[in-house]
């Protein structure tokens, strides 16, 4: 299996831009995880589905954040308007029902908002 | 409110020595807590599991250890050596919540 993939590995934008982050599952997981890491705040859990669906939402920091699992292998988190405090390393993590927490992670994309 | 907290944010091991790796908790309830290791410019990856209904749970070179009346989670790795070199992030499972503290950079010195 490719283990989760995460698209793009790095984004720069300018400030007041539309950012799209995008992630594929592993197959068969059917939890999704997006995390967000700064320095000061460590790892951030941001939304998780079950099935597709939208559990807690509850980690989104303004309604500038928005995400969606359209299907059980591709999710998406945009971001509009960004801006420079967006700028962090975005991770997207899935697992299988029964040990939710055991979470495989992909290699995250680094956004930088200028 | 922190569900967890790890309070050193670096330490420095020898090679072949014991590494302590510290966290705490608060409002336990049933629990599993975990602890994920990451190496620079990839994703966190899932090291160790124990439910709070244990105190101890092995795998290799590495224990977590569950003190509930300290709330208190601790990962050893012995011996350590230097590709254990990352930062490691303790976490925590409660009903539908996820919680993963700030991290403590591992080095081990060879």
């Known amino acids: 299996d490719a283990g989760v993939i995460q698209s793009p590995r790095h984004e720069v934008t300018e400030m007041g831009q539309e950012v799209t982050l995008r992630c594929k599952p592993i197959?068969?997981?059917?939890?999704l995880f997006w995390y967000r890491q700064t320095m000061m705040r460590g790892l951030e859990l941001l939304i998780y589905?079950?099935?597709?669906?939208?559990?807690?939402d509850s980690g989104m920091p303004e309604d500038r954040f928005s995400a969606k699992m359209p299907n059980a292998s591709f999710s998406t988190l945009k971001i509009q308007p960004s801006e420079p405090r967006d700028s962090a390393v975005y991770f997207c993590?899935?697992?299988?029902?029964?040990?939710?927490?055991?979470?495989?992670f992909g290699p995250g994309t680094r956004l930088t908002v200028t | 409110d922190q569900q967890v907290k790890q309070n050193s944010p670096s330490l420095s091991v020898q090679e072949g020595r014991i590494s302590i790796l510290n966290c705490d908790y608060t409002?336990?309830?049933?629990?599993?807590f975990l602890w994920y290791k990451k190496y620079p410019a990839e994703g966190p990856t899932f090291l160790i599991s124990?439910?709070?209904?244990?105190d101890k749970n092995e795998d290799g070179r590495f224990t977590v250890f569950l003190n509930k009346s300290a709330k208190h989670l601790s990962l050893h790795i012995v011996p350590s050596q230097p590709g254990d070199s990352a930062v490691y992030f303790c976490?925590?499972?409660?009903?539908?919540?996820?919680?993963f503290g700030t991290g403590t950079s591992l080095t081990v010195i060879p």
């Open positions: 124990i439910s709070s209904i244990k």
């Open positions: 197959s068969g997981h059917d939890y």
């Open positions: 589905f079950n099935n597709n669906v939208p559990i807690d």
């Open positions: 993590a899935s697992s299988l029902s029964g040990v939710p927490y055991e979470q495989y």
């Open positions: 409002n336990s309830m049933f629990d599993y």
């Open positions: 976490a925590r499972n409660t009903g539908n919540q996820f919680y």
